[in-house]
């Protein structure tokens, strides 16, 4: 947990002051959320603990995307670009936030890397947050969907032992499936702890070495970006007027 925020623990900083930092990450992430919809891109904060398999997961995204969708990406991690680096390999223009000793992405740490990415031009943008199963959690970065990357590996239990993640999920993608041959993991009970914690049970099991369930993560993040279409074309008080892409 980092000390200057708490990172929701109220006896490591006081209730007024983390609310404080609460409603003001809060405002900045409204502030990102106007500018993607504005722009019709579909920005997903991508979860999960160190080691489940986000950037691979997002590296068989663009293999099996083909150039269809405009990806990019900004990766959150304590020190280092090599996530941020692998995913430019991969094709996915991407900028690293290196956060020092803070465990978790904030909205102003987005819009800061907002003004050194194209992500005007792209159709999804993904926020690689910091892995963590607790507190990016607690973080509004503007998002549409929150998305939780949880490896087999990891244990049947981590939905019902860690349920404020799950509890904002969207979606969850069960990784790493091609070892499930290997390993005594019961899918059925991941799936009961899912149903117990999250709003609207919904998993992907998915491969990023075999490509499985991939082309069914795609599916739906193409729904998504429909219905953000949609809303990007409703009239929106809190939304930019359109133009060139501008993070002010």
């Keep these: ?42 920005a997903i904060n991508l979860m999960g603990s160190p080691g489940s398999g986000k950037t691979a997961l997002l590296e068989a995204t663009a293999r099996a995307s083909g150039g269809r969708l405009r990806l990019g990406a900004v990766s959150g991690d304590l020190a280092t670009d090599r996530d ?41 943008f993904f926020i690689e947050n910091v892995g963590n199963l607790v507190c990016p959690a607690i973080y509004d970065l503007g998002q549409a969907a929150c998305v939780v990357a949880l490896a087999v590996t990891e244990g049947e239990d981590k939905p019902i032992k860690y349920p404020v993640m799950f509890k904002t999920a969207d979606l969850v993608l069960l990784t790493k499936c091609d070892l499930l041959p290997h ?38 993040l193409a729904a998504r970006r429909a219905a953000l279409k949609v809303r990007a074309q409703a009239p929106a008080l809190d939304a930019p007027a359109r133009g060139p892409a501008h993070v002010g």
Aim: hydrophobic share 50%; charged share 20%.
């Design 84 to 124: 941020a680096a692998r995913l430019n390999r991969a094709g996915i223009p991407s900028r690293a936030i290196t956060t020092g000793s803070a465990c978790h992405l904030d909205a102003k740490m987005v819009h800061a890397a907002l003004h050194d990415a194209p992500w005007g031009a792209l159709d999804v």
């Design 183 to 220: 390993l005594e993991v019961d899918v059925a009970a991941i799936e009961d702890g899912l149903a117990r914690v999250m709003p609207v049970p919904r998993m992907i099991q998915v491969s990023a070495r075999t490509g499985e369930g991939v082309d069914a993560w795609l599916a739906w």
């Design 1 to 42: 947990m980092c000390d200057t925020c708490g990172c929701g623990d109220r006896e490591l900083v006081a209730v007024e002051v983390h609310e404080r930092i609460l409603a003001g990450n809060d405002a900045m992430a409204a502030h990102n959320r106007a500018h993607f919809v504005a722009e019709g891109v579909l």
